[in-house]
């Protein structure tokens, strides 16, 4: 069983920056793809930045220039870098990870963190 736990959110003013971490537990053989999401209220969970194993990026439009996805293989951990953060950021922000446990793959969900920006 893998478990995910996401940290390093709050309260923030816009304009400035936070750094949320997602660690990943358990029983792990690799892990391939990891993610942020996030889930603002009343709306559906969007895809925020996407990370391969080997470094490649992808970014949702609204999160491009402001936010870096980086992740620590030897640790199991991905990170998400917001600057510059708006009020629309604002939302429950998730981790997801592809993890192989040797003989089963599965899509795993951390439980969230709150990251609320004021203007």
């Known amino acids: 069983q893998v478990q995910l736990v996401e940290s390093g959110g709050g309260l923030v003013q816009a304009g400035g920056s936070l750094r949320l971490s997602c660690e990943a537990s358990?029983?792990?053989?690799?892990?391939?793809?990891m993610a942020w999401y996030r889930q603002a209220p009343g709306k559906q969970r969007e895809l925020v930045a996407t990370?391969?194993?080997?470094?490649?990026?992808i970014y949702a439009d609204s999160a491009k220039g402001r936010f870096t996805i980086s992740r620590n293989n030897a640790k199991n951990t991905v990170y998400l870098q917001m600057n510059s953060l708006k009020p629309e950021d604002t939302g429950v922000y998730y981790c997801?990870?592809?993890?192989?446990?040797?003989?089963?793959?599965?899509?795993?969900w951390g439980q969230g963190t709150q990251v609320t920006v004021s203007s």
């Open positions: 990370i391969t194993r080997g470094g490649f990026t």
């Open positions: 997801n990870a592809g993890v192989s446990s040797g003989l089963a793959y599965a899509s795993s």
């Open positions: 358990g029983t792990i053989f690799s892990i391939n793809g």
